[in-house]
């Protein structure tokens, strides 16, 4: 069904006479390129050994703000995960600002647990915290805390855990190049407080503008302030730009959570242009909108429940003194067509490939 989306708007603009060969070229190479990521996720390819879970452990939770769908997918792994090995935890809740989260680091370390999951921020906001953790021999993992895939020594991280933020941005401009015929007029939505942030939107930026489209605008609005910001903004971008708008490219889901009224007072369909494209996380929210075409067409998901469960195996694991292990999950290019495989009747991205079993065989005594 998305091939044959995608095959649509290629012939559809050939139809008008618009594009010439090297275009339709281009486009047929983002929809193979999209197609990578948009099948079902059921072959383990995740680790097959490491150390068995630690007895007893209590561990932290530093959550970024429990109202972002990722982050909350991401807390209900580890929860899982932790209640499979027997381990405490501790969830608490930043709220979206640099101030609560500095209060929770500093409520953390009074804890004193035996591991702390950083979940959703920069860890560079936090090096204050952070330092004092790596002083105590608090060992740290995270998700989304750096550029980085892996050990990131430099801020005492063990393990960063992400899908490839690079190839989420790349798919998702990939994606509405080609629904857009090869014609994307692209408003870019990021949060500068966030590095990873950055480094999407400008994979984003640089994917659209070599493919041939052209960015509008690059916007850049704090993710904490989405609820009170995206509605006037949304509102302002359509004044500004019109139809030339033809996709809405955002770092996460959360931007398009509060964009469908000030569209629809607009006159605007769920399932016109703009289109809205995330390049994670994949919430429920999203799933939602993409089931019912309504101001959301795709979201380039991260399996975050098996992210928790990583986490917790990495945590395990630098307990234990062994190392990371190697892991990068798979992202999944989520649409109408194929939002009912991989846990999509959910509303989650959780592959089949029977993530729980592999992790619980590795912990065993």
Do not use: C
Not at 42 to 65: F, H, N, R, Y
Not at 344 to 355: E, R
Request: charged share 20%; net charge negative.
């Amino acid at each position: 069904m998305l091939r044959r989306t995608l095959m649509a708007a290629v012939a559809s603009t050939l139809a008008l006479g618009i594009a010439i060969p090297a275009q339709a070229d281009a486009i047929s190479d983002a929809m193979a390129q999209v197609q990578k990521h948009a099948g079902k996720k059921d072959k383990w390819d995740g680790p097959t050994a490491g150390p068995a879970a630690a007895d007893g452990k209590t561990i932290v939770v530093l959550a970024a703000d429990m109202k972002n769908g990722g982050v909350l997918g991401v807390t209900k792994g580890v929860e899982e995960a932790a209640e499979k090995v027997g381990w405490q935890v501790r969830v608490l809740d930043g709220a979206g600002s640099v101030s609560g989260r500095t209060a929770a680091f500093g409520q953390a370390l009074a804890l004193q647990p035996d591991g702390i999951i950083i979940n959703g921020f920069d860890a560079v906001e936090q090096q204050t915290g952070m330092e004092q953790a790596r002083a105590a021999n608090i060992p740290m993992v995270s998700w989304h805390a750096s550029p980085v895939i892996g050990p990131d020594p430099d801020n005492g991280i063990f393990a960063n855990v992400s899908t490839d933020a690079m190839d989420v941005s790349a798919a998702a401009a990939q994606w509405a190049f080609a629904d857009a015929g090869g014609k994307p007029g692209v408003v870019i939505f990021t949060d500068s407080t966030y590095a990873i942030a950055i480094a999407k939107a400008d994979r984003i930026k640089e994917t659209i503008e070599a493919l041939g489209g052209t960015v509008l605008e690059y916007v850049d609005t704090p993710i904490a302030e989405t609820s009170t910001r995206m509605p006037t903004l949304t509102t302002a971008l359509l004044q500004r730009h019109g139809d030339k708008w033809t996709h809405s490219l955002a770092i996460n889901d959360i931007y398009f959570d509060f964009m469908g009224p000030a569209l629809a007072a607009a006159g605007i369909k769920g399932d016109a242009n703009p289109k809205s494209v995330a390049a994670g996380d994949g919430s429920e929210s999203a799933y939602q909108r993409i089931r019912g075409n309504q101001f959301q067409a795709v979201t380039v998901a991260e399996p975050l429940n098996l992210q928790g469960w990583q986490l917790v195996d990495e945590l395990n694991r630098a307990m234990s003194g062994a190392q990371w292990s190697g892991y990068t999950s798979p992202l999944h290019v989520v649409t109408s067509d194929n939002i009912s495989f991989d846990g999509g009747d959910n509303n989650i991205f959780d592959p089949g490939n029977g993530y729980r079993d592999q992790y619980s065989e590795i912990w065993k005594k």
